[in-house]
């Protein structure tokens, strides 16, 4: 039995099966996933959320080679912004029927831990309905050496203000070799996946991903999915509470000290490497396709590459965009319905956790005068 009659038949691939993959012709390869896609989620739908990336500060000390958004405290265009203008971020969020805010900033040593938990506390206040997923594992991280918590009360400390989940940024290749060469400082595998493990076993949305083009290896792309697969393995099996889904994207060096240096992934490479996460995270029904590092027209094909997903709105987007040089920052609603139209699939918004919050009539939208979004 070959590896792909072997994933067709439900079997777990070895990380030798998975690496070998990478060697297969990507038709074939694609097709597989796209069949596993349409057993392990609607066949006929394909989701998209909507919400916002808010980044609260841009001063961090952690200073990523790949990183063109942090500034140190004492440049001129470092921020850090108050309650009210993220309430101002969000009301523009509920104006076009947005579920959720992803907030991120940097890790700032200037800010107390009040800060956080009276941001939590003033959006619960003030919009009920947003989710909040917030502070990934690297700011989880800061916060315990910033004060003096580990991130076991840390977390009780923000769920008790209103945390609803973490985002998963921060996992990039969960291979400390190559996280060590694109940022000394950056958080390493154990404690990435020790504080999601901690959120997931309190109860928190969590997600899980992954960004190549760093100069791994193929071992080591095929080495995080399994580090991925077996977290959500433990998490399910000790939680009942897994990663909700899986986001993969390339990472972008146009604007960072990266650039020259680091290869990148290209289009080719993307769609391979989502091929593969579909076939070897074979407990993960939800994958996403990413349209702020690929643009529309890749993200539209990965629907046939293994994602039923493709990803949110987003309004603004800054970390990705200001990396890649481009101003692909945010899509409307118009645009995501379109490219999941247009691929043949039934549009739906969606929640955080992949369910279906409204169905969409693809045609009456796009061919009506105005649109809410």
């Known amino acids: 039995m070959d590896v792909l009659e072997k994933a067709l038949n439900g079997e777990r691939l070895s990380h030798a099966e998975i690496v070998s993959l990478y060697h297969l012709p990507l038709g074939d390869v694609a097709a597989v996933a796209h069949e596993l896609r349409l057993r392990r989620s609607d066949p006929h739908t394909v989701t998209f959320l909507i919400d916002r990336n808010i980044n609260y500060t841009n001063v961090c000390n952690v200073a990523c080679n790949f990183c063109a958004f942090y500034r140190t405290r004492k440049q001129s265009d470092a921020y850090t912004l108050d309650y009210e203008h993220i309430s101002q971020k969000i ?18 040593p200037e800010l107390p831990f009040e800060y956080y938990t009276g941001l939590l506390r003033h959006i619960k206040a003030n919009h009920p309905t947003i989710r909040i997923e917030a502070f990934s594992p690297e700011e989880i991280l800061g916060f315990e050496k910033f004060f003096g918590m580990d991130a076991d009360e840390i977390l009780d400390r923000l769920i ?39 959120a997931q076993k309190k109860g928190l949305y969590t997600i899980s991903t992954m960004v190549i083009g760093f100069g791994e290896t193929l071992e080591q792309r ?35 000290r990266l650039a020259g240096k680091a290869p990148g992934a290209t289009a ?40 039923n997903d493709v990803g949110s709105t987003m309004l603004e987007e800054n970390v990705v965009s200001a990396a890649g040089g481009h101003s692909r920052h945010n899509a409307t609603v118009r645009e995501l ?37």
Do not use: C
């Not at 091929?275 to 094909?301: C, M, Y």
């Open 222 to 256: 095929a080495s995080h999915l399994i580090k991925i697969r077996d977290q959500q393995d433990k998490a399910l099996h000790d939680y009942q509470n897994g990663f909700a889904g899986f986001a993969m994207w390339t990472l972008q060096t146009e604007n960072t």
């Open 91 to 108: 009301r523009e969020l509920e104006a076009v029927g947005g579920t959720r805010i992803l907030m991120q900033g940097g890790v700032n």
């Open 160 to 198: 008790e203000a209103g945390l609803d989940g973490l985002p998963g940024a921060g996992g990039e290749i969960l291979e400390d070799d190559v996280r060590a060469k694109a940022a000394p400082a950056r958080i390493r595998t154990f404690d990435w996946l020790r504080i999601l493990d901690i």
């Open 337 to 373: 319905i379109r490219i999941i139209d247009d691929a043949g699939f039934q549009p739906a918004q969606r929640n955080s956790f992949f369910q279906v919050i409204k169905p969409i009539d693809a045609k009456a939208f796009l061919t009506a005068q105005t649109s809410p979004a």
């Open 268 to 307: 080719y490479e993307y769609l391979q490497n989502l091929a593969v996460s579909r076939i070897a995270l074979d407990n993960q029904p939800n994958i996403q396709a990413s349209w702020p590092a690929q643009g529309f027209k890749v993200a539209q094909t990965a629907l046939f590459y293994g994602a």
